[in-house]
């Protein structure tokens, strides 16, 4: 399956963060969300084959990074409040989602 | 903005009844999946209908899917405590490369 790392961070307002994620075995895309509590999630970008492949209303201070070895990783920079969420990762066989989407159990960050 | 939306927010019922919940969405797809999330955590997928095709099963899950309305049902058949959980659709819609989520239907399942 997918797996997130850490599964729960304490940040200060301005701060860096680095969320890891590793996808599951054969996939070759992996996507981030962003969900609020109480709210669906929210497209962050995707990533496939370790370049950028479409991006969400979200500032460039969300950047990504995805390695050859299933491994990836979303930073957020300048951390304000209202990035407190719950941050999903998701790999899938194609671009599209053809076949579904498996997500990780997330990370929960709050910003204080 | 979420292309999805569920009704009802919230629903509760007794075990053994049957759930139903409704999506609706906005734009043409090319896919509709439901995912079910617990506490807050991961989401888990539990079934994918493709444009083409009407409805879908998969074991007590029972899924519609109407192009012409843009609209989507889930039935769970037979509910049990463990399947209180909120539920999500997504959609996939044609020349995007990522999912729509709605706000999600609250279950919750009363033994």
């Known amino acids: 399956g997918v797996t997130q790392s850490p599964t729960h961070l304490i940040k200060t307002r301005g701060q860096q963060v680095t969320l890891r994620c590793s996808s599951q075995?054969?996939?070759?895309?992996v996507s981030w969300y962003q969900q609020a509590l109480g709210q669906g999630p929210q497209f962050i970008f995707q990533?496939?084959?370790?370049?950028?492949?479409g991006r969400g209303n979200f500032p460039p201070r969300f950047s990504g990074l995805q390695f050859p070895n299933d491994s990836s990783e979303l930073n957020v920079n300048a951390l304000e409040l209202d990035d407190s969420a719950l941050y999903l990762c998701?790999?899938?066989?194609?671009?599209?989602?053809?076949?579904?989407?498996?997500f990780g159990s997330g990370t929960r960050l709050t910003v204080v | 903005s979420q292309q999805g939306e569920e009704d009802p927010q919230a629903l509760s019922i007794q075990e053994g009844e049957n759930a139903t919940m409704n999506c609706s969405y906005k734009?043409?797809?090319?896919?509709l999946q439901w995912y079910r999330q617990n506490s807050g955590r991961g989401l888990v997928h539990l079934i994918l209908?493709?444009?083409?095709?009407r409805e879908k099963h998969s074991g007590r899950l029972r899924v519609t899917l109407d192009t012409s309305k843009k609209s989507s049902s889930l039935l769970i058949t037979a509910s049990r405590a463990a399947d209180t959980a909120s539920y999500f659709c997504?959609?996939?819609?044609?020349?995007?490369?990522?999912?729509?989520f709605g706000t999600g239907t609250r279950l919750t399942v009363i033994p």
């Open positions: 990533y496939y084959r370790e370049e950028e492949n």
């Open positions: 209908i493709r444009s083409n095709e």
């Open positions: 997504a959609t996939g819609g044609t020349g995007a490369n990522n999912l729509f």
């Open positions: 734009t043409s797809i090319n896919n």
């Open positions: 075995s054969g996939h070759n895309t």
């Open positions: 998701a790999s899938s066989l194609d671009r599209r989602g053809y076949y579904g989407y498996t």
